[in-house]
């Protein structure tokens, strides 16, 4: 057996306590839960560190107002998913970037929701770097002073209520780009077309929340270079010629078939048979 050390298990770190909190507030938004716990408070050192939380500093960007997401670029790593965030105060015209590189797997097990906690922790770093002090501290001490009580703190918007936001903001990032779209000849059907193949639904009405997110992500990383544009076109040109050549396979008469069909048309006329149309999105 190894030698007792005596030695003590070493107490987790502020940025470890954020980190967690956060990670479980994403998934409360994720599951549509309440979320409560908008600042955290702990004995380190015999000090007592406190701060605001994910939930916590968006709380303070809406009070203070004018703070606002200007870029979103994301990559993907084999074992992570890393976010780059731009942020704006558009009252004094100053801006930050919020970085971060979220792990695929929790321990041993896949994180759902991996995509979407390196998203939002980029953000959080990115809007943090803009608030003023005196918003902080009063986010802090308004909710310092009630987190003993038994009512709940917020209630944050529904499930159905995110979804919609997340579609909203979906089709406001699809229209930005829509002219620069179909100067490379790639029409709305083209786009929806290629939506539907990726995340392998026939209407927008199947699509999570997640799914909508790492579209909008899409979308805002092909808008903020021409580069990324470039590669978002031709994923698209692909599914879009790899649907049409499926078509073209499984409507295609038989050789014989069709010869005796040319027999038919030349005695009778029929009316050609109807294509399938695509379910609308």
Not at 150 to 161: H, I, M, Y
Not at 171 to 191: G, P, V, W, Y
Request: charged content about 25%.
């Amino acid at each position: 057996m190894p030698e007792n050390t005596g030695k003590e298990i070493a107490p987790l770190t502020e940025f470890e306590v954020l980190e967690q909190v956060d990670d479980q507030a994403i998934v409360q938004m994720m599951t549509g839960q309440a979320i409560k716990d908008y600042v955290y408070s702990f004995k380190q050192g015999g000090k007592v560190v406190e701060g605001l939380t994910l939930a916590g500093i968006n709380e303070a960007a809406n009070r203070r107002g004018g703070i606002e997401v200007d870029t979103l670029e994301y990559e993907e790593r084999e074992k992570s998913w890393i976010a780059v965030v731009k942020a704006i105060d558009t009252i004094t015209g100053s801006s930050r970037y919020g970085a971060c590189e979220q792990p695929k797997n929790m321990g041993t097990r896949p994180d759902p929701h991996a995509f979407t906690k390196a998203i939002h922790k980029a953000q959080r770093n990115a809007i943090k770097q803009l608030l003023p002090v005196p918003v902080i501290k009063e986010v802090l001490n308004y909710y310092l002073h009630r987190q003993h009580e038994t009512t709940p703190l917020a209630t944050g918007p529904t499930k159905e209520e995110k979804l919609s936001n997340a579609q909203k903001a979906t089709f406001a990032l699809a229209s930005k780009l829509k002219d620069r779209m179909e100067q490379q000849n790639i029409d709305q059907a083209s786009f929806w077309q290629y939506v539907r193949a990726k995340y392998a639904v026939e209407s927008r009405n199947e699509m999570s929340e997640m799914q909508w997110t790492q579209l909008a992500a899409e979308l805002q990383a092909a808008s903020s270079k021409e580069e990324l544009l470039q590669q978002f076109i031709e994923r698209i040109k692909k599914i879009s010629a790899a649907t049409e050549e499926s078509e073209v396979t499984t409507t295609q008469p038989p050789e014989a078939e069709a010869v005796e069909t040319v027999v038919v048309v030349e005695a009778e006329p029929a009316s050609p048979g109807e294509r399938p149309s695509a379910l609308p999105f």
